[in-house]
T-cell receptor, first 107, second 115 residues
Framework: DAKTTQPTSMDCAEGRAANLPCNHSTISGNEYVYWYRQIHSQGPQYIIHGLKNNETNEMASLIITEDRKSSTLILPHATLRDTAVYYCIVPFNKFYFGSGTKLNVKP | DGGITQSPKYLFRKEGQNVTLSCEQNLNHDAMYWYRQDPGQGLRLIYYSQIVNDFQKGDIAEGYSVSREKKESFPLTVTSAQKNPTAFYLC??????????????FGAGSRLTVL
């Protein structure tokens, strides 16, 4: 299974874009990249997923590099409620969640 | 509304006792999963089931057992053989498996404390 690498934590000013990187250099050609977030003591929430094209929904945008070895989740206008742990996962048959990136949105 | 219901939300257990955590979904999902989360850590997969009457061990299955007799139910039993069971337990489900788009829906979690 492909594994992912994310920074442990990041800070972002409220109202600014939050760019969360993820490295998945061992990804195979048919594996999707999924992003979830977990607000303290709650179950994780699905955000977005993609295969090779950039994706956008009401929550975020996902930019995947052409070689698919890395991706970036973009929260265009971060709010205090976006403070959470963000997980990038590349599942195939099973879903492995690492430690994710703790995003701190500051006023 | 469709979703996943976990119960109980909080559970206290004495050492040596078995305890069963409930997970029910009305999403008509085929696959279901159990994760364990320790404070400040990520999620670790305990068991998963891709179809009724079938389940597979995850990374940390020792001391746990599951059953999948019905599509909508996937209970987890924490046995006395689990050395450090105090943790936050999360149940999830998805439409299926494979390379396609599978989105996990999580329950609210069950917090188990061993006294």
């Amino acid at each position: 299974d492909a594994k992912t690498t994310q920074p442990t934590s990041m800070d972002c000013a409220e109202g600014r874009a939050a760019n969360l990187p993820c490295n998945h250099s061992t990804i195979s050609g048919n594996e999707y990249v999924y992003w979830y977030r977990q607000i303290h003591s709650q179950g994780p929430q699905y955000i977005i997923h993609g295969l090779k094209n950039n994706e956008t929904n009401e929550m975020a945008s996902l930019i995947i590099t052409e070689d698919r070895k890395s991706s970036t989740l973009i929260l265009p206008h971060a709010t205090l409620r976006d403070t959470a742990v963000y997980y990038c996962i590349v599942p195939f048959n099973k879903f492995y969640f690492g430690s994710g990136t703790k995003l701190n949105v500051k006023p | 509304d469709g979703g996943i219901t976990q119960s109980p939300k909080y559970l206290f257990r004495k050492e040596g006792q078995n305890v069963t955590l409930s997970c029910e979904q009305n999403l008509n999902h085929d696959a279901m999963y159990w994760y364990r989360q320790d404070p400040g850590q990520g999620l670790r997969l305990i068991y998963y089931s891709q179809i009724v009457n079938d389940f597979q061990k995850g990374d940390i299955a020792e001391g746990y057992s599951v059953s999948r007799e019905k599509k909508e139910s996937f209970p987890l039993t924490v046995t006395s053989a689990q050395k450090n069971p105090t943790a936050f337990y999360l149940c999830a489900s998805s439409i299926g498996r494979g390379a396609g788009a599978n989105v996990l829906t999580f329950g609210a979690g069950s917090r188990l404390t061993v006294l």
